[in-house]
């Protein structure tokens, strides 16, 4: 019933739909990032503020050393995989013999860079050296492997697989990565703060909260104490202490937010227990003999999780704007860890120019994921309100 009411919410349901695409885009990780570099850190400072919709040819040179592919599952778990070839934006080129020689790209479309020359065989493998005779180059792999190819053959291999055309769909950020990636590699970021933290905010709020309201007296009046403690200092304030004592990093975020959320949960339980204690259901499991934690934890609570999860959708809220502003302090994630707040912070400076949309695509994420967490939010208390049946 609670979840026919929510699908009538057409905000509740555009905000779902936001959060479930989010997720799989955190999910699926590098898999659909057009960089699918660890944590979309590919750097090439002459692609640097590149406008929306910039494409530039260039050459992926193999790196000189072993390479093994990650698997699925390693790529999916740890933010990306090593290319095992670097790019070469170039601004003209043309064969000789045996080698590419031309111009790398300088940033200005009008001007040529530095030039270079590298032979075919050192674009397509991983080489420790060549031997080349008439037209035959023997190639000694850094596996320790020898192949024989001739000149057409690896002009052929260059042409098919080495020579590329890429396109920023969003342009690319002043270190000269591509923007839409970094986008979606910080959205893991917003996301497993906001759902670590809750979870951490619902155990420590539950737990306490259900003990206050439960047992009462003393228990409670320590516990109401504490809460009243944390509640009366700024949230930002206590999260950034709580950083600066545990250190910078992503994971002290985790424990920095979690730990300052607990209060509402806490408040939140403690009233519902309060009033459930004393009703019916609970008076007959108490003369049936049960212990107190299976009346807590497998008969109240229950039947008071409608307020918990609505207040919980509100912390995820939370949880990634004060993410978004540790990160925009330099206390948050560290670089080169992809987030929405540290991207405002290295782009801000170009809200007044052209380049605006630097600083404006991270804020408008932040606001999109928060305001559908807003929205689910807002429905769910409708949804989950047996008064509105």
């Known amino acids: ?48 503020k590149k406008p929306i919709g910039f494409e ?132 893991i970021v917003s996301l497993s703060v906001g759902f670590i933290s809750v979870f951490i905010s619902l155990v420590l709020g539950i737990g306490l909260g259900a003990l206050a309201g439960y047992y009462g007296g003393w228990i409670d009046d320590v516990i109401t104490w504490l809460i009243n403690v944390i509640w009366s200092i700024p949230t930002l304030l206590l999260v950034i202490a709580i950083t600066f004592a545990l250190g910078k990093g992503f994971v002290q975020v985790f424990i920095a937010v979690g730990m300052t959320m607990w209060v509402e949960v806490a408040r939140v339980v403690r009233g519902q227990v309060l009033s459930a204690r004393n009703l019916e259901y609970v008076e007959a499991a108490k003369a049936l003999g049960y212990r107190p934690a299976r009346i807590i934890f497998k008969h109240i609570l229950p039947n008071i999780m409608g307020p918990v999860i609505v207040v919980s959708a509100a912390n995820f809220a939370s949880a990634i704007l004060l993410e978004a502003g540790l990160s925009f302090l330099g206390i948050g994630a560290q670089i080169p860890t992809p987030s929405w707040g540290q991207m405002i912070k290295e782009h801000y400076t170009y809200i007044t120019t052209d380049m605006a949309y630097l600083a404006i695509l991270p804020g408008l994420c932040i606001l999109m994921l928060v305001l559908s967490f807003m929205l689910i939010g807002s429905g769910l208390r409708d949804s989950l309100d047996t008064r509105s049946a």
């Open 1 to 48: 019933m609670a979840w026919a009411r929510f699908k009538q919410n057409k905000l509740a349901v555009f905000g779902l739909s936001i959060i479930a695409l989010a997720t799989v885009i955190a999910i699926l990780g590098s898999l659909l990032r057009p960089d699918s570099s660890v944590d979309a850190n590919s750097q090439a400072l002459a692609l640097s």
């Open 56 to 187: 530039i040819e260039g050459i992926e040179v193999q790196k000189n050393h072993t390479y093994s592919a990650p698997g699925f599952f390693a790529q999916l778990f740890f933010g990306g995989k090593d290319e095992p070839y670097n790019f070469l934006p170039v601004y003209a080129y043309q064969f000789s013999n045996d080698s590419i020689r031309g111009f790398q790209y300088s940033g200005n479309d009008s001007i040529a860079g530095r030039p270079f020359q590298i032979h075919l065989a050192d674009v397509l493998y991983s080489i420790e050296g060549v031997n080349s005779e008439n037209g035959i180059h023997q190639i000694t792999l850094v596996s320790g492997d020898v192949i024989e190819r001739t000149t057409s053959e690896l002009r052929s291999q260059v042409e098919s697989g080495s020579l590329v055309k890429r396109t920023y769909w969003l342009g690319t950020d002043k270190f000269g990565r591509d923007l839409l990636s970094r986008l979606m590699a910080g959205t």
